[in-house]
């Protein structure tokens, strides 16, 4: 894929990891219909590139992203059915579609404001690390619109009932610090060390058994909904599933280097991959 034809986002891969920026920091990467069919290409590109191993997602400027672009993808849609059903389905498909079932590991990182949309993909990664001064809000309710296109039900899902009602009734903004409290996302830490604390999980991360991770993801992704019966059952099948897909056979490779070799302990790291 040519990164460099790309114009509401931009890809640097470094050492396996796939940072994606969304890049209109004039508009504080406020999602544009441009950013929303660029997004998916790449990620469907990204998912099967080999050179990408971990995924990244920033954005330019000030900003991880002020939601939609409320001139482009509400106003000027408004009156075009054809095209806001089309863009709908284009933002939902990226956003939670495609990133909650990427096959590898993802991580947001919230550099600055993240409103309204922006939610979404941020509950999508499977990591998010914020600047502890980065600015959060469901500002929805101060401009007439439901926090919709899944953004209530991710709030819902990450933090208690008592506080998606307080922020998505007030709309007051709330800082990165707040945002790690609640579990919205995992920690967060001063702006200068946010590259720096993202590429250090990034790298333990790329360490573990791809397969296993995906698998441990998907599981994760599909059981909430499950009743015990069916996630008993589902987990055994999963279990199968990856034991055949692993080529390391890290089961076996875990189960010797403890039991027999006595090289390494299994609730303190993990076994040593011949990739190493
Ligand atoms: N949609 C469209 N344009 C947006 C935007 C959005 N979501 N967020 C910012 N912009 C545009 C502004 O209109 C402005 O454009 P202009 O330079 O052509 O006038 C530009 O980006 C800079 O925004 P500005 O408000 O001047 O920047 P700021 O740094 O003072 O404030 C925000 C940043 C994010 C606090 C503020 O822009 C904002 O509240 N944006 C809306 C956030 C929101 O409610 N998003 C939910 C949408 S679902």
């Known amino acids: 894929m040519d990164f ?4 509401a986002v931009s ?3 470094d050492q396996g990891i796939a940072w994606v920026t969304m890049n209109r920091p004039e508009k504080r990467n406020a999602m544009s219909p441009q ?3 660029e997004m998916i290409d790449i990620l469907y590109y990204l998912a099967t590139a ?3 191993k971990l995924l990244v997602l920033t954005g330019a400027g000030n900003s991880f992203c002020a939601g939609q672009d409320i001139k482009q993808f509400f106003r000027e849609l408004d009156d075009k059915p054809a ?8 933002s939902h498909e990226w956003r939670w579609n495609q990133l909650t079932r990427f096959p590898k590991p993802t991580i947001a990182m919230v550099n600055g404001y993240c409103f309204g949309a922006a939610f979404t993909p941020l509950v999508a990664c499977d990591f998010a690390i914020a600047a502890d001064d980065a600015q959060f809000g469901l500002s929805e309710i101060n401009w007439g619109i439901l926090p919709a296109g899944l953004v209530s039900k991710v709030m819902l899902d990450s933090v208690s009932y008592r506080n998606a009602r307080f922020y998505a009734l007030t709309g007051r903004p709330f800082d990165g610090r707040k945002a790690a409290e609640m579990g919205l996302v995992d920690f967060s830490v001063p702006i200068g060390s946010l590259v720096e ?3 250090k999980l990034a790298q333990e991360l790329l360490a573990k058994n791809p397969q296993t991770y995906r698998s441990i993801k998907e599981a994760l992704h599909h059981l909430r909904g499950m009743s015990p019966e069916q996630a008993n059952d589902y987990l055994k ?3 199968s599933e990856m034991r055949f897909l692993d080529r390391e056979n890290g089961r076996a490779q875990g189960m010797k280097q403890f039991l027999d070799d006595k ?3 299994p609730g303190l790291g993990h076994y040593k991959r011949e990739t190493e």
Not at 83 to 90: D, F, I
Request: charged share 35%; aromatic share 6%; proline share 3%.
């Open 263 to 265: 090289t390494y302990r």
């Open 50 to 52: 080999p050179e990408a």
């Open 4 to 7: 460099s034809k790309l114009e």
């Open 35 to 37: 950013m929303h069919r």
């Open 197 to 199: 604390e993202t590429t």
């Open 237 to 239: 099948a999963k279990e």
């Open 83 to 90: 095209e806001k059903y089309n863009m709908l389905l284009a």
């Open 11 to 13: 890809v640097r891969i």
